[in-house]
């Protein structure tokens, strides 16, 4: 047997991840109140009774009630099939609502309660000097996360030099292509930044990105090779291998492929940059 939801129910927000905690949340009260702005802007004035359906066959028949102590109701011919629908959709809307309400009203005693953003505040700042937070607001997660020191991979000696606008170098023009995307987005990246892969070792992908939204991490790999053989044969190993280590495509893991003749297109690089704001 289902219980029904309570917030006694709802597991502590230090349990949780930010997403799930607050940003899920929020975006999904935020969708429950666009709901409720759609109903109430129908009309629905004048409308009395409540709609009674028969099933004969395989045809409805609608009937109105409208005085006390009716069971039966008038039978509303298809020409007047409208009140049929402006009925059924009036009751539709407030079921709807009294229970969007109700959901809305439990994430934001959820929110209340469990704002661990709003509990660190409030510490005492000797205590906030030494306690870690389970959560972060968007911007100091960022700081954090671009605070974090590493050692990428050297330039060779005399190798021609690419330039990001924001000064990153870079192997190649289509990569200043795509950091130049990402930093147009407001989108934090790190170049070549080390990670550990299944199958591989240590790997420095073309840029680590960081979806704010879910505070989450992305790779963004660039294979700009792929008319060479061998370099084709190596870059569909190395996305197989990406996939072993929770790196999937279409999830947390971008690829961009180019060939001589196929340059990478700037509009496919904006697309693929969009989705880490998703």
């Known amino acids: 047997?289902?219980?029904?939801?309570?917030?006694?129910?709802?597991?502590?927000?230090?349990?949780?991840?930010?997403?799930?905690?607050?940003?899920?949340?929020?975006?999904?009260?935020?969708?429950?109140?666009?709901?409720?702005?759609?109903?109430?802007?129908?009309?629905?004035?004048?409308?009395?009774?409540?709609?009674?359906?028969?099933?004969?066959?395989?045809?409805?028949?609608?009937?109105?009630?409208?005085?006390?102590?009716?069971?039966?109701?008038?039978?509303?011919?298809?020409?007047?099939?409208?009140?049929?629908?402006?009925?059924?959709?009036?009751?539709?809307?407030?079921?709807?609502?009294?229970?969007?309400?109700?959901?809305?009203?439990?994430?934001?005693?959820?929110?209340?309660?469990?704002?661990?953003?709003?509990?660190?505040?409030?510490?005492?700042?000797?205590?906030?000097?030494?306690?870690?937070?389970a959560l972060y607001s968007d911007d100091d997660f960022v700081k954090r996360w671009l605070s974090v020191e590493y050692k990428g991979l050297p330039f060779e000696e005399n190798s021609t030099e690419h330039y990001s606008s924001m000064g990153v170098r870079v192997r190649s023009k289509s990569e200043v292509l795509i950091a130049d995307a990402l930093t147009s987005l407001n989108i934090p990246f790190k170049y070549e930044c080390p990670q550990k892969i299944k199958g591989i070792g240590v790997v420095y992908p073309d840029f680590t990105c960081l979806n704010v939204k879910r505070h989450q991490e992305y790779i963004w790999e660039h294979f700009g090779l792929m008319d060479q053989e061998d370099y084709a044969r190596r870059a569909v190993d190395k996305v197989n291998q990406y996939s072993a280590s929770g790196f999937c495509l279409g999830e947390n893991f971008i690829a961009t492929f180019e060939t001589t003749q196929r340059p990478l297109n700037t509009k496919y690089i904006q697309f693929c940059a969009k989705k880490l704001l998703l």
Do not use: W
């Not at 129910?9 to 799930?20: A, S």
């Not at 759609?38 to 359906?53: E, M, N, T």
């Not at 004969?56 to 049929?84: M, P």
């Open 1 to 133: 047997m289902k219980k029904n939801l309570t917030i006694n129910h709802l597991p502590p927000c230090e349990l949780l991840t930010p997403d799930l905690s607050v940003n899920a949340l929020m975006e999904q009260r935020s969708k429950m109140n666009v709901a409720l702005e759609r109903i109430a802007s129908r009309q629905r004035d004048g409308l009395k009774g409540h709609l009674r359906v028969k099933t004969r066959g395989n045809t409805f028949h609608y009937y109105r009630i409208e005085n006390v102590g009716d069971t039966q109701g008038v039978y509303i011919q298809r020409k007047n099939l409208s009140i049929a629908k402006a009925l059924a959709q009036r009751d539709y809307d407030l079921r709807l609502t009294e229970m969007l309400n109700r959901k809305i009203a439990l994430i934001d005693e959820y929110l209340n309660r469990y704002d661990e953003e709003r509990l660190f505040d409030s510490l005492h700042p000797g205590r906030k000097a030494i306690v870690e937070p």
